[in-house]
């Protein structure tokens, strides 16, 4: 029988002592995410610095049946880089070169472990930018493996619609490169959007090209109050269909405002708002912004604040991205169990009226944030040991409630550990294809194992 002692000596041989891991600083760091989920210590901790070095682990992992879990910087949200099962954490942070930057492309192609901030400035230099922003400078491997979203998707769209192709490894060690360079394809079946969002359980991602654009012209941010959640929803729902083309549209309720304020000093009305920003040509952005006034106005915005300056816009969204730590900062000793949603826009008002209401009926200390221009609402809840099951209820309801709206489970934060029964519920009848798919690229389960579908086998 195969021991992790067996595994760590293999792996030295093969890729050195620099390489191979299992301290327990090194464990504990691979235990955990910035999810709620317990934490799970893995029995070896490996660092490859070459896609070779990422397929001879992953070619010995699947003889000896060993798990194995990717693992960027660990901003995931739903458990996905906790290695439930032991066995290998796959730490990727060592893969972080930039290959290609091709501006009259408009594309970038890196390895797995850069991130977001460190390819934003690459590119920069030549007036262009990656627009997928989820707050996080996660990497752009993680950011492909659980097709991660943010605040421009109403622009942009997600990681999967700005991936034009990958390096992937197999989980018995074959390299394949789906996709190319070329702005569209219709060669075949579209596995570079499969890799994409499947958390790890196909195949381990070691290089992405990914779409770039121009650097706006002119860039004008608006924060706009409302009376309540239903305007506020409205506002944005009107202006994605009026046909704007704004480049974000992000809801917070007044209970985030509050939490925001203490933590980022400012001093915002302590009512629902939404933050929008619109960029682009200096016509644009003007046509812009006087829709989105007038359809504020109609649904009796108390306050319309215009941000132009720079430094001010960067407050702002500053205050956005940082309304978890202000949360977390405004119940100390609590944990924050997030959850996400996405309905169809002319459900937002009602799911987000509906998920006020559980939180204040099951007494709950919680906000709500959203990428509204989407239809998808975000739930910060923070809880202490006690309030473990009554949050279990609100998430459980929140589901039910878009699903019953012809919304998802999730939009953005995907499955991991926590919404595995929430896929089922969803797309029950999809399961059997699902595992199918599983089983044709890793037949002996080993990558990422009780992530996204069902248990069946054991690896181990």
């Not at 709620?36 to 070619?59: K, M, N």
């Not at 959640?229 to 704007?244: D, H, L």
């Not at 798919?437 to 054991?458: C, E, H, M, Q, R």
Request: aromatic share 4%; proline share 4%.
């Amino acid at each position: 029988m195969t021991t992790i002692l067996d595994v760590k000596s293999a792996l030295l041989e093969a890729l050195g002592e620099d390489r191979v891991r299992d301290g327990d600083s090194e464990r504990d760091l691979h235990a955990s995410d910035l999810s709620f989920h317990a934490p799970h210590r893995p029995d070896l901790v490996v660092y490859p610095g070459s896609t070779e070095q990422v397929s001879v682990v992953l070619a010995l992992a699947n003889e000896l049946r060993v798990p194995v879990t990717p693992f960027g910087v660990g901003t995931s949200l739903e458990g996905h880089v906790i290695p439930v099962h032991g066995g290998i954490s796959l730490d990727l942070s060592r893969l972080d070169r930039i290959l290609d930057v091709s501006p009259e492309n408009l594309t970038a192609t890196v390895q797995a472990g850069v991130t977001r901030l460190t390819l934003e400035r690459a590119v920069g230099q030549h007036g262009l930018f990656f627009p997928v922003d989820p707050g996080a400078d996660a990497t752009l491997g993680g950011m492909a493996a659980t097709n991660a979203a943010g605040t421009t998707t109403v622009r942009y769209g997600k990681t999967r619609a700005n991936v034009l192709a990958l390096e992937a490894v197999l989980a018995d060690g074959r390299v394949i490169r789906t996709g190319s360079r070329a702005a569209k394809t219709s060669a075949g079946y579209d596995l570079t959007g499969l890799l994409v969002g499947s958390e790890g359980t196909l195949a381990v991602i070691t290089e992405v090209t990914v779409r770039l654009h121009a650097i706006p012209e002119q860039a004008v941010a608006l924060r706009i109050s409302f009376p309540d959640i239903e305007s506020a929803c409205r506002t944005a729902a009107g202006v994605v269909a009026a046909g704007s083309g704004v480049t974000r549209v992000e809801f917070l309720d007044a209970w985030i405002v509050s939490a925001v304020n203490a933590y980022s000093e400012t001093s915002f009305p302590e009512e629902p708002c939404l933050f929008i920003e619109a960029s682009g040509s200096e016509e644009l952005v003007l046509a812009d912004l006087e829709l989105v006034q007038a359809i504020a106005t109609a649904e009796g915005a108390t306050e319309i604040i215009t941000e132009r300056d720079p430094d001010a816009r960067a407050r702002l969204w500053k205050a956005r991205h940082e309304a978890a730590n202000a949360t977390a900062a405004k119940f100390p000793g609590t944990k924050e169990r997030a959850t996400d949603v996405c309905v169809p826009l002319t459900e937002l008002a009602g799911a987000a009226r509906f998920a006020r209401a559980e939180i204040e009926r099951l007494g709950l200390n919680a906000g709500i944030v959203g990428h509204a221009g989407d239809g998808n609402l975000h739930i910060a809840v923070q809880v202490d040991t006690s309030e473990i099951g009554l949050s279990e209820e609100l998430v459980h309801n929140v589901v039910d409630d878009a699903l019953a709206r012809g919304g998802t489970c999730t939009g953005e934060h995907g499955i991991g550990l926590g919404k595995i029964g929430a896929l089922e519920q969803e797309h029950g009848d999809l399961i059997p294809l699902m595992l199918a798919i599983k089983a044709s690229f890793d037949p002996n389960g080993i990558l990422n194992p009780g992530k996204v579908l069902p248990a069946t086998t054991s690896t181990r």
